[in-house]
């Protein structure tokens, strides 16, 4: 769907906030985003974008407009709740009209997913069935084609009703062809109000969803979701990234944030980047896309070989 944009700028739209969001921008009219001048900043002090074109000097400046006080970050949840309810359930509809993404985007997931596995869930170390959430699942289309191929139970949550029934009906349909893969529960709930059931998870999903979340609230989710995390247990972020700071969709209501931000944010969770991939094979005139492994411990280092001068080195005989 193309948003109201200004100038020479255009945003497309797909899922966020829990449907499948492909937020845009065309990146040879992207603006370079300044800062502050003369000292040390970090990336809530950039300055961002809305698809009005209006400029905003810091992430709180934007976020003190329109979530600074509870009725208005009800009526921001309430707001992309409802432009995602104006959409049709298909794959055209919740991917913004680039239905055509569809095919790298699962490709270049589960790419990333079976290397994931193969290093923390070894096949042949494993003595209980993978489960895994799909968090903002839309109409099921990252568990249909991905997620219930390689897990053995799969959750959906999703706070738009009739994406969910979709889901629902769908895999009905033709996707659980046995017991041993299968979808198991359907949550209709939005994404900062929901806390899972305590060590049920190896795998969170979390997919073109997390930019309807304020800062506060993604904190929030993330040090809640943890507790569902089975040992060893991961997420997984798959988002569009801006070129810096962030851009604000002021039709759904999401923020597209840049690396650096969403790094700050990972640190504010206790989240260790574990593994990141380069989604591969979209459109130019759609934003970048990352993939983030996050897990609560930090990543063992490789031990240092010693240098060879250090080996080397002659020693006093005593």
């Not at 099921?140 to 009703?161: A, H, Q």
Request: aromatic share 12%; with cysteine.
């Amino acid at each position: 769907m193309l948003s109201h944009w200004v100038s020479s700028y255009s945003l497309f739209s797909g899922r966020t906030g829990s449907k499948e969001f492909t937020a845009s921008a065309t990146h040879s009219h992207f603006p370079s985003l300044s800062f502050f001048p003369n000292r040390k900043i970090n990336c809530m002090d950039a300055t961002g974008l809305d698809s009005y074109g209006r400029e905003f000097k810091t992430a709180d400046e934007m976020w003190r407009e329109h979530a600074g006080d509870p009725s208005k970050k009800t009526q921001w949840y309430r707001d992309g709740v409802s432009y995602w309810e104006g959409v049709n359930p298909t794959m055209d509809g919740v991917l913004g009209g680039f239905a055509n993404v569809n095919e790298p985007d699962i490709s270049c997931s589960e790419d990333f997913l079976k290397i994931l596995l193969s290093e923390r869930f070894p096949a042949d170390a494993r003595h209980q069935p993978l489960v895994v959430l799909d968090c903002g699942s839309g109409i099921g289309r990252v568990t249909k084609n991905l997620l219930i191929r390689y897990f053995n139970e799969v959750d959906l949550l999703e706070p738009v009703s009739q994406f969910l029934e979709t889901a629902r009906q769908t895999l009905a349909l033709g996707c659980q062809t046995n017991a041993v893969h299968k979808a198991v529960n359907f949550y209709c709930v939005p994404l900062q109000d929901f806390t899972p059931d305590a060590g049920r998870y190896d795998v969170i999903w979390i997919q073109w969803c997390i930019g309807h979340l304020t800062d506060e609230d993604f904190v929030s989710f993330f040090n809640r979701a943890k507790v569902g995390l089975k040992p060893g247990g991961f997420f997984v972020l798959k988002e569009n990234i801006a070129r810096s700071g962030f851009v604000l969709d002021n039709e759904d209501r999401s923020v597209t944030r840049s690396d650096t931000y969403f790094k700050e944010l990972f640190s504010q969770c206790g989240l260790h980047v574990y593994r990141l991939k380069d989604q591969k094979g979209f459109p130019e005139e759609l934003f970048a896309v990352k993939m983030y492994a996050l897990t609560t411990d930090a990543p063992k280092r490789a031990l240092r070989a010693k240098s060879k001068r250090s080996i080397n080195r002659p020693r006093t005989i005593m």
